[in-house]
């Protein structure tokens, strides 16, 4: 018994939208104040890696085609892995600034998984469309993270990153199976969802 | 109200499900592994959207081989196909079949059902060829990984219990943190090989193939909670060296122990004949005493040995206490499963399996001798207060590399068919009650 995807998408998308505020407030505030409170340092990170582990029951209950399972996997992965490498940073655990590549690592990962997933055109239903528009968004956004690496202090660079986040979780709060984009539902998508 | 906002968004995620978006076998008659009592006149395959299937969809095979299926045909709605099936004779049958989605793209996949008979699993549907020399490899990488993960944490809570100098533990994090990422990787790769080989599909359509007839077996079952089990131990192993808390080590060690017994009830000892819940118990204790045996041997010979040196004595002398444990449980539970397995003294040089357990017999002889040689020489000398040899740390790695070489064998082993009982006489089944 699977509850629908759109319920799944939801959840994840209440996730960015979380992490994409944070990154928000950060940016609108500044560092200074963020981190009046030692927790907050940890707040989006914390949620970036616990989205990551909370990936993994999507993947190995989804084992309707073997592209499916595989980009719920490197969801997962890229999603520890870069929550793991923020939270080594502000920890002081790691060091080096280079860690901060996990990021732009794991939109361009997560990008591509987007992409090479979706097996529909981009006009064929509303999911297809969004699956579409968000790999393109992670592998564009991706500019972001990588910049901040180099230009940690950088506003703009902070807000974009932040809006990158939010920009995904509205997407994936639109995303549903076969419901029309723009009006358009491709006739060989079979019936709408309720 | 701060608490209640971050249990609300806690919630909010905590309760992940799955996701499809194209077309998804929903409903097959006969079921998945289904066992009928009557010949089914028609296989039916209902999609969630409308699919297009060309005459030989659906290929119904005897577990000879022989096609027992005709033409496929869809359904008015377009969303399910079905095939005539001729009188069906007991025994198993492999559904093998490849639809195109309304939007061009293949979707495939294969399943079982047996009439008047129990189904095969999927990995022994017709077609499949068996394990190959990749999945021995795959099996024993696996096998390596549990070894670092499960022994390296049972080597720093049991053996070093206080703290390491910072760049033994660095490394010591980074090997535990490398067995416990590298059984999630290798546990996909496995399974997406033993789904390859049943599933007999090209690449291209493999990608699409529906895997969900293979999840519901012990094997794929097994699967998804070890990958669960061990997405947990990373989680759990990242955050004890995130807040240098070694108390959740205790967590960690425990969870990997747990689910590597997802290995002991999905194999020869949960499925063969003759199996129970005493074979699923020995196998799961041989492979943890296996376990923490060589990833102990690892973490003295490349943690303790080069980056502790003040730790040497205690953790070479403690560790040689633990092992003469671990290989009183390895040899016992070996020797009962070997007894289980082999109901001939001749199978051990008639049959492959037999062949196999005895190169895992001598390299476990080899290892054991490379044991006491530590064991009996230099742990009396070490308690007595002599001076380090200088060859120990040469000498434990090379007993690691026999370690995991046994590993290999085992690896074979696990992917082998043991040979077949004897049948029962069938006088001694239908003998009159005393």
Redesign the interface.
Known sequence: M??P?E???W??A??LV?VGLCLLAQAVVGDEVWRRRPWRAYLWPSLA???G??????????????????AH?SW?QVM?FSG?AE??LV?G?LHSRYWRLAMPFAFLVSGAAFLIH????WF?AR??FL?HLIGWTLIIGAIFPLLAVFRPRSEAVRAGFALTFVVLGVMLYCDR??APVFGHL?P???AQHR | MKRALAAA?FL???????????A??LQTKPAFAQRVERSPRVVLLRF???VEALPNAITVYTSKGHVVSGLTRSTADK?AVTVPVQQLARGGYTVRWRVT???S?T?SGVFTFGVRHPAPPATEAFGASGPTTTEHIVRWLYFVALALVAGGLGFRLLIVRGPLPPQAERRFYWIAGVGAVGVIEVG?AAF?LR?EDALQLPFGY???????P??KLRF?LA??AM??GF??V??LL?LA???DRRVLLWPAFLVALGFASGLSLSGHSAVDSGSSWLSELADWLHLSAAALWVGGLVQLAFVVWPLAPELRRQAFLRFSRLATVLIAVLLSAGIYLSVLRLPRLSDLWSAGYGQVLLVKLALVSLALLWGAAHHFIVRPALERGAPLFAGLPRSLIGESAVGIAILLVAAILVESKPPARPATPQVALHAPAP
Do not use: C
């Open positions: 699977q509850p995807a319920f799944v998408h959840m994840f209440t996730g979380l890696f616990t989205m582990v909370l990936m993994w029951p999507v993947m190995v209950f989804f084992t309707n085609s073997t592209i499916h399972m595989l996997g997962a520890m793991a939270l080594g920890r655990k979706e097996q529909n055109s064929f999911a297809a699956h199976d076969t491709s060989l998508a079979g | 968004a909010a995620l905590a309760a992940p499900a799955s996701a499809w978006a194209h998804t076998l969630d959207q409308s969303r989605s309304a939007d793209h979707v996909i997406l789904a493999f990608l699409y193939g529906d895997l969900s293979l999840a794929g699967f998804m990958t669960l997405a947990l990373s989680a990242f060296w995130l807040t």
